[in-house]
């Protein structure tokens, strides 16, 4: 999600010459401040900034700038000072961490519980635990290899490391992981809304799940999503908070007075064989990679060791969230529980619809900045980064939203779409391209002893995708309503059957 707002002053345009440009010209001329960690996009980007994912942008050095397609490095970014830690923002640790947890912190918690189902109690915890201090490292190894070969943008410093073929890779991923959360937020809306519009207009044709999303794609999220400028939606980000607050809380007060069998499973076996699968969803929850240098350049007098706190604090809160809801979920829902766990609850009951209702203008908020990041990918490969003209512009969003919305109306598998997305985007950008920048750095060989954690990042990146999808595969095979919610369709009022029917 999006916090404290974070604003490059850049620049003038070709005003600074890679080859004249001295240190204390360029430490006047990238001077940032913290305002919009979330929007930041709209302010810093321009012909041939990288795309972002979610809410984040990253900073970017004025200069000179390659028309290729995917650039050289040298071109992409200007060579930073040498002591990049005395240039900064101005925001605290704890405002920098404030915006972390935001990043990470976002429609993708709630499908912690479900993840506990997929490895179990045991497994999920000791997974939530170790993929928190995976990703805590490889957070902290983007940003050393960043300063080490000065890029300050994770696509500037993959294409100088890894090339075209990094590059194009990177865009893969960026463009994949975005595009796949909009269908999840899609499918969560179309399932959450209908107990809402029965609550207040009785039975009527909104009652079901594909009018729903209809209507609110077309009404709200597609509108949204055209918007060229998104700062506006900064200032909800304390609602998008809330909205999560409400709903872990009406979890807790509600989930324990729930009954089986039709709404309440069997928390059953402690350790499951889905472990991977489990992994996918963790990582879409905890993938935050696209802020790592906002966040970085908006520290004041920033450094690695300052970097360091803010990353060990927001990691560590967004550890605790999920811990709290993924324990709380499954141990209140068992096996029954749904991919989105509000689903377990009675339409019928107003705090739980609270929750629902604020979730759902969270992920609905959210929307349109993944369309944003989807369509920025889109301009820089094939556009050079140039500025799209309205045309193009909103030819490009349409044609993106219509295909999101074909996708969530043919399926409504929830679970599939967090694993898909987990185990092959959120994974790619998280763990193996991080590994990869991380070997490919530095002078030492690539089986010497500080190439170790990078090395150990990549053969976990390069399996969790392999087996992930393999087991995936497998999984569709045996089940064709995989990733669906297990409960069964007569379960009375405690959910609306039409959610998962065709």
Known sequence: MD???????????????????????????IVMETNDIAFAAEEISRPGSPPLLKEGASPTYSGEEDDSRYGS????????????????????????????????????????????????????????????????????????CGVDNKQFTYQGLVTKLLGKWGYYVLNFAQFLFPFVAMIAYSIIVGEMYPVLFDQIFGKSVFSERRPVLVLMTCV????????????????????????????GLAVTVRGFGLEAPWNKGDVGTIIKP????????MAFAYVCHHNTFLVYGSIKDTSIPKFKIVTHISIGTALVMM???????????????????????????????????????TVMLTYPIEAFVAREVIQNVFFNGEELSNIWHYSLTSAICIMVFVVAFL????????????????????????????????????????????????????????????????????????????????????????????
Not at 220 to 247: D, Q, T, Y
């Open 3 to 29: 916090g404290d707002l974070t604003t490059l002053i850049p620049v003038e345009r070709g005003s600074i010459s890679p080859t004249t440009a001295s240190n204390e010209d360029m430490q006047e001329g």
């Open 73 to 144: 490095s040298e071109n992409l970014f200007i060579d930073a000072p040498e002591k990049i830690e005395s240039v900064g923002g101005g925001s605290t640790i704890t405002q920098a961490s404030f915006n972390f947890i935001n990043s990470i912190v976002g429609a993708g918690i709630i499908g912690i519980p479900f993840a506990f189902n997929e490895a179990g109690l045991v497994t999920g915890l000791i997974l939530l635990v170790l993929m928190g201090y995976i990703t805590d490292y490889s957070i902290s190894l983007l940003v050393k």
């Open 220 to 247: 709200v999220m597609w509108p949204l999503a055209m918007m060229k400028k998104l700062e506006s939606l900064a200032r909800w980000s304390a609602l998008a908070m809330f909205g999560i607050c409400i709903m």
């Open 274 to 281: 889905n472990a991977v699968q489990a992994i996918g969803v």
């Open 323 to 361: 811990t709290y809801l993924g324990i709380v979920g499954y141990v209140v829902l068992g096996n029954s529980v749904c991919a989105n766990l509000l689903d377990n609850f009675s339409e019928d009951d107003q705090f739980i619809n609270a929750g629902r209702f604020f979730y759902g203008v």
């Open 411 to 502: 399926t409504n598998a929830l679970g599939l779409v967090f694993e898909i997305n987990g185990v092959i985007n959120a994974t790619l950008l998280a763990y193996v391209l991080p590994g990869m920048v991380g070997i490919m750095s530095g002078s030492g060989r690539w089986y010497s002893r500080e190439k170790w954690g990078p090395l150990f990042l990549l053969v976990f990146g390069v399996g969790v995708v392999v087996l992930g999808t393999a087991l995936i595969i497998q999984e569709l095979a045996e089940n064709e309503e995989a990733g669906e919610c297990p409960l069964p369709l007569n379960r009375n009022q405690t959910i609306n059957s039409t959610h998962y029917g065709w």
